[in-house]
């Protein structure tokens, strides 16, 4: 298993792992994230945003030479204001590990990938957002040491016709 940054010419590769995780949402909440039938869109997003963010860092896990999952964080630094002290945090923005592979470790290696940022940039909070329907997650980031420190909550309004 080998962890490693990843550079412009892996949006195709990342754009194929981004697919596994697409289609878990599109399933879950249609009405919100669109269907992974085509990677391309991914690719050009890969190419053009994330790849290319300065305060952004994509790490792969391989296997072999194969990507199995990936790792998509952000450095946050926020000021003080009136409200609340300054604060940073490596936000853990996406992350996905092939379906017939999750539970052997790569995401494990994903995550301690991220927290090595964060020592090396002096953060001392690691966080990240997950959908409330994806349970098997959140017991893996649970493992892995995270707590809920913020709920969310919505409410979908709608016509009735």
């Known amino acids: 298993m080998k ?3 990843a550079v412009i010419e892996d949006a195709e590769i990342v754009a194929g792992l981004i697919c596994d ?3 878990l ?16 869109p ?4 890969c190419r053009e945003r994330i790849l290319s963010d300065p305060n952004g ?12 999952g990936y790792v998509y964080a952000r450095v946050l630094r ?3 204001t009136a409200y609340v002290y300054a604060r940073s945090a490596v936000h853990i923005d996406q992350i996905s590990v092939k379906p ?3 539970g052997s470790g790569y995401g494990r290696a994903l995550i301690e990938a991220v927290f090595g940022l964060a020592r090396a940039e002096d953060i001392e909070r690691v966080s990240l957002d ?9 017991g893996f980031f649970h493992k892995m040491g995270f707590d809920m420190f913020l709920y969310r909550m919505d409410v979908h309004l709608k016509e009735e016709v």
């Not at 249609?30 to 039938?37: E, G, I, T």
């Not at 991914?42 to 997003?45: E, L, P, R, S, Y």
């Not at 860092?57 to 199995?68: H, N, S, T």
């Open 21 to 23: 995780v697409q289609r």
């Open 3 to 5: 962890v490693r940054q």
């Open 25 to 40: 949402h599109a399933e879950a909440v249609p009405h919100l994230f669109k269907p992974a039938d085509d990677p391309s």
């Open 78 to 80: 926020q000021p003080e």
């Open 130 to 138: 997950t959908w409330g329907f994806n349970t098997e997650a959140h």
């Open 57 to 68: 860092r994509l790490f792969i896990v391989e296997e072999a030479g194969e990507a199995v």
């Open 100 to 102: 017939d592979r999750q």
């Open 42 to 45: 991914f690719v050009a997003d």
